[in-house]
């Protein structure tokens, strides 16, 4: 038997055969056919019409004697014939409807926690807010389990703006003091001084850097010395009540750790379109099916909270 695929690899197949890139996608995928499924299923859903080639010669090659082909079950090779034969028979509309489908019947609480078991596991998940506030969606992952892959992802599909949300205690651990001393932002959105990790980094723009700053932030082991200020990373102070007290990306991004066992600091930035627009319900919903990304809203991590916290509370007295 083969070992689950590593998520920043499956993002990375995903994001080539999406982008139509070949050379990545042979990167990517090797002779690996389980990587071949996941990639053709992708360039089928996006129309990548090179990548579909590149994909179908591969898993041929694979079936015909190559490298892992004896280690492959009947079950991988049947995906790879049911990924071709589903695109071909089901049209757009159908599509359409089975997604309208699944989100009328989606469980509030099975859905987060789905997310709190892909944040745990070191998966993203896209957090949207309400629209009478920012309407926007955020992806989410826990700041100790970023690595320099998942940084580009987040980079290439989102502002750029990468922040981390962090407790008001940590704040004051690592000596992070608010960006500015009156905060009229809208949303009274906490930044802190920009920082950048000082040891083992360039300049702290790259993927690579940036992710070490960001594990920096999450390691109770990391100093206020540690850090360069300013820097490339924004940290948010979040409030001490989560979401039932600001229901924001900052509170959120500090919450789905902690409820996942994790050391209480998440990524965020906002997701766009290509042309730079603020991505809306429709194109999160496009991103979250195209890369097997959990989509949930603060709403619903909120309502999560009260009716597990109201039952804690019940029990205790």
Same mark, same amino acid.
């Given at each position: 038997?083969?070992?689950?695929? #590593? ?113 745990? #596991? ?15 969606? #955020? ?35 690592l000596e992070l003091p608010q960006m500015v001393v009156r905060n009229t ?47 490339h990373i924004f940290p948010l102070r979040a409030k001490k009540g989560g ?75």
């Open positions: 038997s083969t070992s689950p695929m #590593d998520e920043s690899r499956r993002l990375r197949v995903l994001d080539a055969a999406a982008h139509d890139d070949v050379e990545e996608l042979k990167r990517a995928v090797g002779m690996d056919l389980e990587a071949i499924v996941l990639g053709l299923k992708a360039a089928i859903e996006g129309k990548s019409a090179k990548s579909m080639k590149f994909l179908l010669e591969s898993g041929i090659h694979c079936l015909e004697g190559g490298e892992k082909a004896t280690k492959q079950s009947a079950e991988t090779f049947q995906a790879l014939v049911s990924a071709i034969t589903t695109a071909v028979c089901q049209g757009a509309n159908t599509s359409t409807q089975d997604k309208k489908h699944e989100e009328k019947g989606s469980d509030p609480v099975a859905n987060v926690e789905g997310a709190i078991k892909d944040i745990k #596991d070191g998966k993203f998940v896209i957090v949207q807010d309400a629209a009478s506030r920012e309407n926007e969606g #955020d992806l989410i992952i826990a700041a100790e389990k970023v690595t320099p892959e998942k940084m580009a992802f987040m980079v290439n599909y989102t502002s750029g703006i990468i922040c981390v949300g962090i407790t008001n205690e940590r704040c004051k651990e932002e809208s949303h009274q959105t906490a930044f802190t001084v920009s920082v950048d990790l000082k040891h083992g980094t360039t300049t702290g723009i790259s993927a690579g850097d940036r992710a070490k700053t960001i594990m920096a932030l999450a390691d109770p082991k990391t100093k206020p010395e540690d850090f360069a200020r300013p820097g979401v039932l007290e600001r229901p924001g990306h900052t509170e959120t991004s500090v919450d789905l750790p902690r409820m996942a066992g994790l050391y209480p600091a998440g990524v965020m930035s906002e997701i766009v379109n290509r042309d730079g627009s603020m991505a809306r319900t429709p194109e999160l919903q496009d991103l979250a099916k195209r890369f097997g990304i959990r989509m949930v809203t603060i709403e619903e991590i909120i309502q999560y909270r009260q009716k597990k916290e109201g039952i804690a509370k019940k029990t205790t007295e």
